[in-house]
């Protein structure tokens, strides 16, 4: 009996601290390096607004979808006239079922491959049959239309699955700290263009070679939390390069001398600037840059739904985009520094740089 009190206590415990979450390394390793920022320069820090993650969210499904019309091919005429042609048949029986009616678009790009290739094969055996030339024209009328349709079918398959949605949508947290990157999603992304640019003159794989393609998306979380860490870590920057410039040299440095202030500040960057926040930068550096490259080259992929190219470009294509704004963070918050250290003559190589 005198285990319920205890059990209780630890079960009150527990449900205190559901829903309680740590804030992450990258995020604690920033706040903590702006806290010193701002201690050492009396300046305030404005926190993070997650809000302003919603301009990265993706645009509804219906304004990136296209509207295709539906092709339907009647099973029971060419049960009775192709006879012949039992892997078309086989494939438009696919797409009648109960299944096939509800079939995803991702799961759809490798059906409309393996329709078009069931028919050019009926279409090369009823060449040389002169009974059957009212339906190879039927057929070559509807491949010719379904191969024209590939482009759009692309686009939907990326645009209406959930796996892609997944990869290009911000996370509740930023990439962590010191992780060790292996991502299989961006050769996965880079096989989908190369299939989109293909396209219509090379049909798509079958749905078994594509599956692998889309699920790597899914099972990848570095593409999101990359996208949150980049806009966290980006308004980091430029609240500690406001802070390195709001004050002029002599706050920090009279005459151009170190000071017991400015030689905190020092500590500061070396410590944790120097010792933290720069490996973290090269961490989104080295996974940035080839997604970043990735996103434009499938923006690149022709006919993409301007909708679909918009939100691709506020990630990585135009200069203002999350990518290339927070490279220039980067770059304008090293300017800072340089400035700062080097009127303080604490730069490396200078009479005040002094290790801590």
Sequence with gaps: MRLLPALLILL???ALCVGC???PDAERQMDNYLERVARVLKQDVAPFDTNQLSQYRLPERRERLYDIPA?????LDLLIDVNQCKPLQQRIAERNSVLGKVMPWSSRLGYEGELIRALDTCRHTLENDPQQQDLLTSLNDIAERKRSQLPAVFWNAINASSETENYLRFANEPLAVSEILSDEALPALQQLTAIGNALPEQLPPPTSELDPLFQALQRSPHSSQLITALAQTRHGLHQAT?????RPANYLCPMNQP???SKILLNVFVLFYAGEIQPYLAQLQRLGEPWAEQIRQLQAVPHIPPAT???LDQLAGKPASLWESYRQA????????QDVLGACQSAPGQAGWQTP
């Design 309 to 311: 190219a918009q939100a």
């Design 12 to 14: 009150s415990i527990t």
């Design 259 to 261: 000071s017991e202030r």
């Design 242 to 246: 406001t802070m390195l410039r709001a």
């Design 21 to 23: 979450q740590p804030t």
């Design 330 to 337: 980067v770059e304008e918050h090293t300017r800072a520094w």
């Design 71 to 75: 092709e339907r091919i009647s099973l």
